[in-house]
Nanobody, 115 residues
């Protein structure tokens, strides 16, 4: 059974930076797509960024382009470097893995941007 574990969330001031990590355990199929989603209070979950298993193709939400960077160390580990953070970036960030017809979610990590 595949499990995803996120880390790296926390409290940061506006303009600051955070780096989120996601580690996958278990048997993972390839090719796959891993990504980060976020859900703010009272809002729907939205895609932030995703990356293919080879790491060659990435996608970003318009709201984070130029500020966030998704990267991949290997088939099991992805990262999200978040710079120039804004209060609107406050949300629970979830790691997601898709391969074949399977989809797995992490438990989420809270990012709070506040002075």
């Amino acid at each position: 059974q595949v499990q995803l574990v996120e880390s790296g969330g926390g409290l940061v001031q506006p303009g600051g930076s955070l780096r989120l990590s996601c580690a996958a355990s278990g048997t993972i199929g390839v090719p796959n797509l891993m990504g980060w989603y976020r859900q703010a209070p009272g809002k729907q979950r939205e895609l932030v960024a995703d990356i293919t298993s080879g790491g060659g193709i990435t996608g970003y939400a318009e709201s984070v382009k130029g500020r966030f960077t998704i990267s991949r160390a290997n088939v099991r580990n992805i990262f999200l470097q978040m710079n120039s953070l804004k209060p609107d970036d406050t949300a629970v960030y979830y790691c997601n893995l898709r391969y074949g017809v399977s989809e797995v979610w992490g438990q989420g990590t809270l990012v709070t941007v506040s002075s």
